[in-house]
């Protein structure tokens, strides 16, 4: 049995997107809100739902000074038959236990946390956007609260999942996008938090992503943090290529997020009998590739924008095109395949959707 969730409805009501007026990612949020705290001694208690407002927060919580903070990425969808179905969602909180022990931060219990985020979304439910493209992003994250400016694991904590009605993460939707690979900051090395959602390693992105939107490009590929030569993710995204006819993308080394799309493509292409080769790969050996006419498709994959096909690839002063600046056939069979799949237009042969 899972602890009761006390629910306190909102005391007035929001006025909801209207169907068919322009949705941008993760700006407009529901009336409700999931809350639960720890204690050191107690575990977490008091979870509850409960209007979606500002909270009191002390000034020298930890959180501000030390950056103990997680947080995940997933979404629900509306179905044909009007059913509300959820992606792979355990795996979020399991990924989230992963970023907390690195963070010194106490583990939640996964379970409860899925029929947590269930009983939210029910509540919520009518802000589900159905629109080609939009979904209800879902952010559950994790903040230190002890008033205390010493250097420490705090001993008290919030868990929060708030709920987002959002559009395509990118506003180009599918197009392609163009790709600025960085070889003067570095984002994480083996041993660090690269493998973790951890609010610090987005803060340590953003300085590189100025400079590429500065140059006209969408997003930051990283370099390895020790000899800047291996690829590792893209700024919001892992990467994946298709070269000589195999899926190729980076093997988790310690420093890049074991993405849940990610690992849906990949079984996805074995279940296609695609060869799949997870391991090393140079910035040098993918430059080849593409200009040898060895790489023929590249995308991002993660949670808000699904599948990113990659167009443009810049390192240097080189600038290689990929599949004429068109996705490619791999990539748009794993993005039919997965959002039709979310979207409860398709046969769940995997079991990868939980209905809510």
Sequence with gaps: ?????????????????????????????????????????????????????????????????????????????????????????????????????????????????????????????????????????????????????????????????????????????????SIYVENVFVRAVKGGTGFTKCAGNYAASLAAQEIAHQKGYTQVLWLDGVEQKYIEEVGAMNILFVMDGKVVTPELNGSILSGITRKSCLELAKSLNLTVEERKISIDELMEAGQSGRLGEAFGTGTAAVISPVGELRYGDTVITINDGKIGPITQIFYDTITQIQNGVREDTFHWIEKV
């Excluded at 001694?41 to 209007?51: L, S």
């Excluded at 355990?90 to 996964?110: C, G, Q, W």
């Excluded at 009983?119 to 994250?141: A, H, M, N």
Aim: with cysteine; net charge neutral.
């Design 1 to 177: 049995m899972f602890p009761e969730i006390k629910f306190t409805p909102a005391k007035k009501l929001k006025k909801k997107p209207e169907p068919g007026s322009p949705l941008p990612f993760g700006k407009i949020f529901t009336d409700h809100m999931f809350i639960m705290d720890y204690v050191k001694g107690q575990g977490w208690i008091h979870p509850r739902i409960e209007e979606y407002a500002p909270f009191l927060i002390e000034p020298s919580s930890m959180v501000f000074h030390y950056a103990q903070a997680v947080f995940e990425g997933l979404k629900a969808y509306r179905n044909p038959d009007a059913s509300v179905s959820l992606f792979r969602p355990k795996l979020n909180f399991e990924r989230m236990n992963l970023s907390n022990e690195r963070m010194a931060i106490p583990t939640v219990d996964v379970d409860f946390c899925v029929h947590a985020l269930k009983e939210l979304v029910r509540i919520d439910q009518g802000w589900i956007p159905e629109g080609e493209g939009e979904s209800l992003y879902i952010r559950p994250f994790v903040i230190a609260t002890d008033p205390y400016v010493g250097v420490k694991a705090s001993d008290t904590y919030r868990f929060m999942i708030i709920l987002s009605p959002s559009g395509a993460y990118y506003a180009q939707g599918l197009n392609p996008v």
